[in-house]
């Protein structure tokens, strides 16, 4: 057996490895890290690169560092956060600050002087995942004001339970690929299913299998209808019709369509009747018996500038074919998106489609590469994180809102709630100067705590606004284990290459640090992070058999590879419950699906109507602000890392230009403006300014331009404009404004601006290079 965590034994070998974008193998050649897709993997991602790549980058953290203002004057010195100077210090030094520190604030303060949400994807592998790590952690010590929800699809997590029972039951347990490869005669996504976000999976995806699958639904005869700005979202093999509405109108165009099923007699009254609560309310409001104006194809093609026939035929094709309807999560990153996913739920109710395989509501198909597929019979264990004995929370997205107001009142999803007054932020494997909104006002609110902890492998952007920054080892420098609740196998993360510097893993980090504080015996459970791997697998192993199945040994698996899981079909609480609607009536109020929610209405938010209601976006072409900044930019997930991650990787690179981001928009938008591809330009609003490069093309629709999230925040004085990102982070244009008060979810993906041409001088991209020499 190969020792857990012995790089030495694993040096002259291509040992097993995964990642959320990919399994692999790898081996060191000296110092050096070689890898190479694993054999697991039909259609690898390039992704992989950033690995090989980056594990001996400079930009690594190679030994812990305090911010000198901290070191000298503590959190008098808390202005400086972000432009201050760093000092490298032993480990016990930092350990004995930190543990000082934590010491002063749960006596002062008790936990909820500490936010510990630690939001971020850090890096797959069971045991060492960041999140959990810190959060057992700090339940150790008392507990910590922790965040709900996610960046991802936060809006749907928060309305879905309302109307339609669960979250899971239109994300997770939706048709299995195989479904909609033998029902489905009509794909409409909005949206669409890219693939770039299908090679993702949280925890580790060993295979890519997504192209295949969509090809085979072209194979069979499938119809895909593309609704979005941007041409990539779903495959151009399929050949699907791409219809491209205003950004931020797909509501009014989901509506139009609706109002159309009613013209042409396509709904399933039986369906509506049965199943859904309110579907007489809404019908009045697509008459305009409510308002005054009826919603039919005339009216959504004002709004979202579609052909009025092409609504027309578009619903009449609904109508009468197997029609399977998507809204990928991005749908619901924009200011009121709590709507986009509950209209496209209703459109599938009104044809009769939910709850017969291949039709129905599929929210985030493609969205991440577990949705669609079967699920672990046995799934694996997480590591457990303890009991947080601290009652608060905060929606994740209003972190800035909370260090800004401490003590005032927000609402979310019926409550009244207060901003506790966090003295410490302790961050482990997420970089909230990545995926949060308007930087510049983030950077304002990370100034108002005493102390910013940050474990990191590599120098963000969040780790330069730290206080202490501990280094941390990448997933190649540890052993684990990887498994997805929805991936096919389940993967040893065989450790590949020394730990870089003088990183350490986040267990031993806070094992170190629990012992300064008394704590250690709660949080190592007495396990070194070896005997922990070993023993998660064997409590697995206990609950196969369990079930009456086996698997290998310890040893066996981890000197065999990956092991094939027991899937089975995920449950469908929809199918169940169209089944027998008395039986397995939904969790809702009405225990129904809701088109009209009651409890919502009770809430009564102005920002989150009872049902789905047309509101113009304050980010769209179609309003005032369009005057002023005239591009409608896509701020979406990247093609060439995952998120932030390893930004200054060889794949990450590669999809740069000049070193920069690309921005992409359309000749007619390039052509005014005298911009040809490849120029330097200037994206702005009124929140701030970044630099890209410009690519045109025509695979954006007009008006619209797109510049992916992930270039690390790169904040430099340009010479006229004050402080830009010079690197092409979206989030300094971004709002920083929750979804609605049902959800107070992220609003990242859409924002208007203004693109120009830069011939000034712009100083290098730094943010790639440690801060101290
Ligand atoms: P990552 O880049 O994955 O971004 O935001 P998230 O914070 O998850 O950050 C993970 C960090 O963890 C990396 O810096 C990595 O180095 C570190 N890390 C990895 N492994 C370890 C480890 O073992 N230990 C430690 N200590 N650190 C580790 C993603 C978020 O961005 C998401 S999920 C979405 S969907 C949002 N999308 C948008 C959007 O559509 N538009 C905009 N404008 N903004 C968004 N932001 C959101």
Same mark, same amino acid.
């Given at each position: 057996m190969t020792a857990v965590g012995d790089a030495a034994s694993t040096a002259d070998r291509w040992g097993h490895h995964t990642s959320h974008f990919g399994s692999f193998r790898g081996r060191a050649d000296g110092d050096r890290l070689q890898v190479r897709p694993h054999e697991c993997d039909p259609e690898p991602y390039d992704l992989i690169d950033n690995i090989a790549s980056g594990v001996r980058h400079e930009a690594r953290v190679t030994r812990p560092h305090v911010r000198r203002g901290w070191l000298e004057r503590g959190a008098q010195s808390k202005d400086l956060r972000g432009r201050d100077e760093f000092v490298a210090v032993d480990w016990d030094v930092a350990l004995d600050l930190l543990a000082g520190e934590l010491r002063r604030v749960y006596g002062e303060f008790g936990a909820a002087g500490v936010f510990g949400g630690s939001y971020g994807w850090s890096s797959a592998g069971r045991f060492h995942h960041a999140q959990t790590q810190v959060h057992r952690f700090l339940n150790s010590l008392g507990g910590y004001v922790r965040s709900v929800n996610t960046y991802s699809s936060g809006a749907s997590e928060v309305l879905m339970p309302h109307v339609a029972g669960s979250h899971d039951a239109v994300i997770k347990q939706i048709n299995s690929w195989e479904d909609l490869a033998e029902h489905t005669e009509l794909?409409?996504?909005f949206g669409g299913v890219a693939s770039k976000n299908g090679a993702v999976n949280p925890g580790g995806i060993t295979s890519h299998v997504q192209n295949g699958w969509l090809r085979k639904m072209a194979s069979n005869g499938c119809r895909f209808v593309l609704v979005g700005p941007l041409r990539d979202d779903l495959l151009d093999e399929i050949e699907a019709d791409w219809l491209t509405p205003l950004p931020?109108? #797909?509501l009014a165009l989901m509506i139009g369509l609706a109002g159309e099923l009613v013209l042409q007699d396509l709904v399933d009254r039986d369906f509506v009747d049965r199943y859904c609560s309110g579907f007489a309310e809404f019908e009045d409001y697509l008459s305009g018996s409510t308002d005054g104006t009826a919603k039919d194809a005339r009216w959504a093609s004002k709004i979202c500038r579609i052909e009025e026939s092409d609504i027309r035929s578009l619903a009449h094709a609904m109508g009468t074919s197997a029609t399977m309807i998507t809204c990928s999560y991005s749908l619901q990153r924009i200011r009121h998106g709590e709507q986009m996913p509950w209209m496209a739920l209703i459109l599938a109710a009104m044809t009769g489609g939910i709850g017969r395989p291949g039709r129905g509501y599929a929210h985030g198909l493609g969205a991440m590469g577990g949705n669609g597929k079967r699920e672990a019979v046995v799934p694996f264990p997480s590591f457990p994180q303890g009991v947080n004995e601290c009652s608060d929370f905060i929606p994740v997205a209003r972190i800035a809102d909370m260090l800004l107001a401490p003590g005032a009142d927000y609402e979310y999803n019926g409550e009244v709630r207060t901003y506790p007054d966090v003295k410490l932020v302790y961050w482990a494997g997420g970089n909230p100067f990545h995926h949060h909104q308007n930087l510049f006002r983030l950077q304002e609110a990370f100034r108002k705590p005493d102390t910013v902890v940050v474990h990191e492998s590599a120098w963000t952007s969040t780790a330069r606004h730290a206080d202490i920054v501990l280094p941390a080892t990448m997933s190649v420098e540890r052993s684990d284990i990887g498994a997805a609740r929805n991936d096919s196998h389940l993967m040893p993360m065989q450790q590949l290459i020394a730990p870089y510097g003088e990183a350490r893993d986040d267990f031993d980090i806070f094992a170190d640090l629990a012992g300064r504080l008394g704590t250690a015996a709660t949080y190592t459970g007495g396990r070194t992070s070896d005997e922990w791997v070993r023993a998660m697998y064997e409590h697995w192993l206990g609950r196969m058999s369990d079930a009456d199945m086996t698997a290998p040994d310890f040893e066996s698996f981890w000197q065999d590879g990956p092991f094939e899981m027991v899937l089975r079909p995920i449950r469908r609480? =929809?199918?169940e419950f169209v089944s027998d609607p008395v039986a397995n009536k939904l969790n809702t109020r009405s225990g129904k699906i809701e088109i009209v929610s009651e409890v919502i209405r009770e809430f009564d938010y102005d920002d989150c109507p009872p049902h789905p209601t047309w509101t113009a976006p304050v980010e769209w072409l179609?309003?005032? $602000? *369009?005057?002023?900044?005239? %591009?409608?930019? %896509? *701020?979406?997930?990247? #093609?060439?890392? =995952?998120?932030?991650q390893l930004d200054f990787g060889?794949?990450?690179?590669?999809?740069? $230009?000049?070193g920069r981001e690309v921005v992409r928009m359309h000749p007619a938008d390039a052509a005014? $403006?005298?911009l040809a591809d490849g120029d330097l330009v200037r994206v702005w609003n009124d929140r701030g300014s970044c630099f890209a490069t410009v690519e045109v093309t025509e695979r954006v629709m $007009?008006?619209?331009?797109r510049l992916p999230t992930g270039a690390w925040f790169d904040p430099q004085v340009v010479g006229g404009l004050g402080t830009v990102c010079v690197h092409g982070n979206p989030n300094? =244009?971004?709002a920083d404004t929750g979804t609605s008060r049902l959800a107070q979810a992220c609003t990242g993906q859409h924002v208007l601006v203004e693109i120009t041409k830069w011939e000034d001088p712009v100083p290098p991209v730094q943010v790639h290079r440690p801060p101290t020499p």
């Amino acid at each position: 057996m190969t020792a857990v965590g012995d790089a030495a034994s694993t040096a002259d070998r291509w040992g097993h490895h995964t990642s959320h974008f990919g399994s692999f193998r790898g081996r060191a050649d000296g110092d050096r890290l070689q890898v190479r897709p694993h054999e697991c993997d039909p259609e690898p991602y390039d992704l992989i690169d950033n690995i090989a790549s980056g594990v001996r980058h400079e930009a690594r953290v190679t030994r812990p560092h305090v911010r000198r203002g901290w070191l000298e004057r503590g959190a008098q010195s808390k202005d400086l956060r972000g432009r201050d100077e760093f000092v490298a210090v032993d480990w016990d030094v930092a350990l004995d600050l930190l543990a000082g520190e934590l010491r002063r604030v749960y006596g002062e303060f008790g936990a909820a002087g500490v936010f510990g949400g630690s939001y971020g994807w850090s890096s797959a592998g069971r045991f060492h995942h960041a999140q959990t790590q810190v959060h057992r952690f700090l339940n150790s010590l008392g507990g910590y004001v922790r965040s709900v929800n996610t960046y991802s699809s936060g809006a749907s997590e928060v309305l879905m339970p309302h109307v339609a029972g669960s979250h899971d039951a239109v994300i997770k347990q939706i048709n299995s690929w195989e479904d909609l490869a033998e029902h489905t005669e009509l794909l409409v996504s909005f949206g669409g299913v890219a693939s770039k976000n299908g090679a993702v999976n949280p925890g580790g995806i060993t295979s890519h299998v997504q192209n295949g699958w969509l090809r085979k639904m072209a194979s069979n005869g499938c119809r895909f209808v593309l609704v979005g700005p941007l041409r990539d979202d779903l495959l151009d093999e399929i050949e699907a019709d791409w219809l491209t509405p205003l950004p931020g109108s #797909d509501l009014a165009l989901m509506i139009g369509l609706a109002g159309e099923l009613v013209l042409q007699d396509l709904v399933d009254r039986d369906f509506v009747d049965r199943y859904c609560s309110g579907f007489a309310e809404f019908e009045d409001y697509l008459s305009g018996s409510t308002d005054g104006t009826a919603k039919d194809a005339r009216w959504a093609s004002k709004i979202c500038r579609i052909e009025e026939s092409d609504i027309r035929s578009l619903a009449h094709a609904m109508g009468t074919s197997a029609t399977m309807i998507t809204c990928s999560y991005s749908l619901q990153r924009i200011r009121h998106g709590e709507q986009m996913p509950w209209m496209a739920l209703i459109l599938a109710a009104m044809t009769g489609g939910i709850g017969r395989p291949g039709r129905g509501y599929a929210h985030g198909l493609g969205a991440m590469g577990g949705n669609g597929k079967r699920e672990a019979v046995v799934p694996f264990p997480s590591f457990p994180q303890g009991v947080n004995e601290c009652s608060d929370f905060i929606p994740v997205a209003r972190i800035a809102d909370m260090l800004l107001a401490p003590g005032a009142d927000y609402e979310y999803n019926g409550e009244v709630r207060t901003y506790p007054d966090v003295k410490l932020v302790y961050w482990a494997g997420g970089n909230p100067f990545h995926h949060h909104q308007n930087l510049f006002r983030l950077q304002e609110a990370f100034r108002k705590p005493d102390t910013v902890v940050v474990h990191e492998s590599a120098w963000t952007s969040t780790a330069r606004h730290a206080d202490i920054v501990l280094p941390a080892t990448m997933s190649v420098e540890r052993s684990d284990i990887g498994a997805a609740r929805n991936d096919s196998h389940l993967m040893p993360m065989q450790q590949l290459i020394a730990p870089y510097g003088e990183a350490r893993d986040d267990f031993d980090i806070f094992a170190d640090l629990a012992g300064r504080l008394g704590t250690a015996a709660t949080y190592t459970g007495g396990r070194t992070s070896d005997e922990w791997v070993r023993a998660m697998y064997e409590h697995w192993l206990g609950r196969m058999s369990d079930a009456d199945m086996t698997a290998p040994d310890f040893e066996s698996f981890w000197q065999d590879g990956p092991f094939e899981m027991v899937l089975r079909p995920i449950r469908r609480t =929809l199918e169940e419950f169209v089944s027998d609607p008395v039986a397995n009536k939904l969790n809702t109020r009405s225990g129904k699906i809701e088109i009209v929610s009651e409890v919502i209405r009770e809430f009564d938010y102005d920002d989150c109507p009872p049902h789905p209601t047309w509101t113009a976006p304050v980010e769209w072409l179609g309003g005032r $602000r *369009a005057e002023s900044f005239p %591009i409608h930019l %896509i *701020a979406n997930q990247p #093609d060439g890392k =995952l998120h932030s991650q390893l930004d200054f990787g060889s794949a990450s690179t590669r999809h740069k $230009r000049n070193g920069r981001e690309v921005v992409r928009m359309h000749p007619a938008d390039a052509a005014p $403006r005298s911009l040809a591809d490849g120029d330097l330009v200037r994206v702005w609003n009124d929140r701030g300014s970044c630099f890209a490069t410009v690519e045109v093309t025509e695979r954006v629709m $007009r008006s619209v331009a797109r510049l992916p999230t992930g270039a690390w925040f790169d904040p430099q004085v340009v010479g006229g404009l004050g402080t830009v990102c010079v690197h092409g982070n979206p989030n300094v =244009l971004t709002a920083d404004t929750g979804t609605s008060r049902l959800a107070q979810a992220c609003t990242g993906q859409h924002v208007l601006v203004e693109i120009t041409k830069w011939e000034d001088p712009v100083p290098p991209v730094q943010v790639h290079r440690p801060p101290t020499p």
